[in-house]
Structure formats: C-alpha cells, structure tokens
Nanobody
C-alpha cells in the first residue's frame, strides 16, 4: 500500500547536476517529514537532507551544504533533491525516507533507492 519511488539518478561528470524525485503513495504525504539518505559500498548510511511536512525546516549534511537543495510539492506527493556541483564522493545509492512520530511511536518508510555516479 505504501510506496516511495525514486527516480532521476544516473551518471554525470564532476561539476554536473542531477535532480532526484521521490513520489509517495499510500500515506498522507503532508504529515510526513521527508529525507534523503545515501550510502556508498562499505560506508555508513548518511543523512543528506531533510524537510519537515510543512516545508518550514530543512537540514543538510555539512558535505552538501550550498550544493544540494531539498524541496517538496505536497500537491504532487513528491520530494525532490536538486544536486549541483557534483563531486566523485557524492557517488552513492540515494534513498528517500518518510517518517513521523505519533503518540511516541515512530513510523517510517523507505524507497528502493536510485544510483548516482559521478565519474570523469
């Protein structure tokens, strides 16, 4: 019933740009905080960017500040990650996450991931 589907990954040269999308279904989208995580082989999963349900608060990893922008369109049930000035170290599988806390219970869902490769 609940599904998060990422798209927009691919192969780009250093300095290039990509825009990732994550379309959600089966949830009341506006009630969920949306996040982008990434994980490279042999490395820990890292929170890249985060946006509250009302769009009022954002959070970014230090490594992407000034280069990445998270946004959401609640009418389309979609969250985006605009990635500019890409570096080889940005290479990873990027996954979106939807989460909320209700009465002290954490609820979260994950997308399947999309590969981003930055390569000369």
């Amino acid at each position: 019933q609940v599904q998060l589907v990422e798209s927009g990954g691919g192969l780009v040269q250093p300095g290039g740009s990509l825009r990732l999308s994550c379309a959600a279904s089966g949830i009341t989208f506006s009630l969920f905080r949306m996040s982008w995580y990434r994980q490279a082989p042999g490395k820990e999963r890292e929170l890249v960017a985060q946006l509250t349900g009302d769009g009022g608060s954002t959070k970014y990893a230090d490594s992407v500040k000034g280069r990445f922008t998270i946004s959401r369109d609640n009418a389309k049930n979609t969250v985006y990650l605009q990635m500019n000035s890409l570096k080889p170290e940005d290479t990873a599988v990027y996954c979106c996450n939807a989460d909320r806390v209700l009465f002290g219970v954490a609820i979260n869902y994950w997308g399947q991931g999309t590969q981003v490769t930055v390569f000369s």
